[in-house]
């Protein structure tokens, strides 16, 4: 094998050699994964008059969005309460026939032993059956070119691999090197982990969002429309008596499309608080 000039560079010339080669596989990796969604060039679609819920959730926070949503609804509904630390304990209350639909009911059964929120959101067979139950919606917003489309994921799976492929070809090149000069290869080989992380974390990062780069400019669009309905539901919602709970209904949509923070300071704060320490959009 013709010799190559980087492998005779010292320990810290090396290091800062690996380093611009990082850089480089993480760029490079960055734009495959960018360009590969180019729904960005498009015009978002009109603002729905009359947002669904569900189809809101799902675009703005991906499934765990989704379940949010749903427990909000159950609790209005009085299906299920929030109690101590956070658990989400079932009420008892039986649904008539074809009062919730799927999803309502596949949640209701998940709560059944009083889970905590985090452990709500962790639950991966509920997720992956609201993934399936959400199937018309996403296709619905695939149409529209409002979700990621596959080709996002498919460049972060080739970025990942032949980027780890690079980084690890060149350590361990340089790691011979090493190992005949009888010098320990801990640091180098700290490094080498360290930066296929960072390529994987990038990944995660740049793929964890539901929306396509149009889905997000949907989204960004119906927040500002729809900061002053926000501002009433809040108002009615800090006042007293039994309309306090404002979210309900044709306004549940908000909650899909703005998630719990809204709520702070609210009588309805125990969402934030029961929910503040479990988070989900990456929807596998």
């Avoid at 090396?14 to 611009?20: E, K, Q, T």
């Avoid at 989704?66 to 009085?78: K, M």
């Avoid at 989400?88 to 008539?96: D, E, L, M, R, V």
Wanted: net charge neutral; glycine share 8%.
């Amino acid at each position: 094998m013709p010799a190559l000039p980087f492998l005779d560079l010292p320990g810290p010339a090396f290091l800062n050699f690996l380093g611009i080669v990082v850089i480089g596989v993480l760029l490079a990796s960055f734009l495959a994964i960018y360009f590969a969604d180019r729904s960005g060039r498009l015009t978002p679609p009109a603002i729905p008059a009359e947002p669904g819920a569900m189809t809101t959730a799902l675009l703005s926070g991906g499934v765990g969005r989704v379940i949010q949503t749903l427990v909000y609804d159950l609790d209005e509904r009085g299906y299920l309460i929030l109690g101590e630390e956070g658990h989400i304990n079932p009420t008892g209350k039986k649904p008539a026939d074809g009062e919730l639909d799927e999803m309502e009911l596949r949640l209701l059964a998940a709560v059944r032993h009083s889970p905590s929120a985090r452990q709500l959101f962790e639950d991966k067979a509920l997720r992956r059956h609201l993934y399936v139950d959400l199937a018309p919606v996403r296709a619905q917003l695939a149409a529209d070119d409002l979700i990621q489309p596959a080709s996002v994921r498919q460049a972060k799976h080739w970025a990942q691999i032949i980027g780890t492929i690079i980084i690890l070809a060149v350590t361990a090149l340089k790691l011979r090197v090493v190992l005949a000069e009888g010098a320990n290869p801990s640091y180098l080989i700290y490094l080498t982990l360290a930066a296929i992380g960072a390529l994987f974390a990038l990944g995660y990062v740049m793929t964890r969002e539901t929306a396509s780069k149009r889905g997000l400019a949907l989204v960004e669009a119906m927040q500002l429309a729809y900061a002053e309905r926000l501002k009433e539901a809040l108002a009615q919602i800090r006042s007293p008596g039994p309309q306090a709970r404002a979210f309900g209904g044709a306004s549940l949509f908000l909650i899909g499309l703005y998630g719990f923070s809204p709520l702070k300071g609210t009588t309805e704060a125990k969402f934030v608080e029961a929910f503040q320490d479990a988070s989900g959009n990456c929807d596998e």
